[in-house]
């Protein structure tokens, strides 16, 4: 397992952004595939974007399609979210999550290790 740690999340108003970091101390982000999920109040832990260990390829809920990016630098062992006109129904803890796996997964069960959270509120 790696130790996770996520940061930027805040409070912002419909259709602003705000930008997601997940770092991480101690083992290499190259080896993992990364993902980043979400969780609602009372709503099931939800799959928004992923990307492949060089960040060649990505993969995204169809509801932030165009909205969001997802993005890696592997020399700063760090993971990005890229969040741009944002919605209320975004509103959720964001959680970053790293699977020792060989291709993208988008199910929470397949990922080994998990961050603490970031709460992102978007008012409307």
């Known amino acids: 397992q790696v130790q996770l740690v996520e940061s930027g999340g805040g409070l912002v108003q419909a259709g602003g952004s705000l930008r997601l970091s997940c770092a991480s101390s101690?083992?290499?982000?190259?080896?993992?595939?990364m993902g980043w999920f979400r969780q609602a109040p009372g709503k099931e832990r939800e799959f928004v974007a992923a990307?492949?260990?060089?960040?060649?390829?990505?993969y995204y809920v169809d509801s932030v399609e165009g909205r969001f990016t997802i993005s890696r630098d592997n020399a700063k062992n760090t993971m990005l979210l890229q969040m741009n006109s944002l919605k209320p129904e975004d509103t959720a803890v964001y959680y970053c999550?790293?699977?020792?796996?060989?291709?993208?997964?988008?199910?929470?069960?397949?990922?080994?290790?998990w961050g603490q959270g970031t709460q992102v509120t978007v008012s409307s």
């Open positions: 999550a790293a699977a020792s796996v060989r291709f993208v997964r988008s199910r929470p069960g397949d990922y080994d290790s």
């Open positions: 101690g083992r290499t982000l190259s080896m993992y595939i």
């Open positions: 990307i492949d260990r060089r960040g060649d390829s990505t």
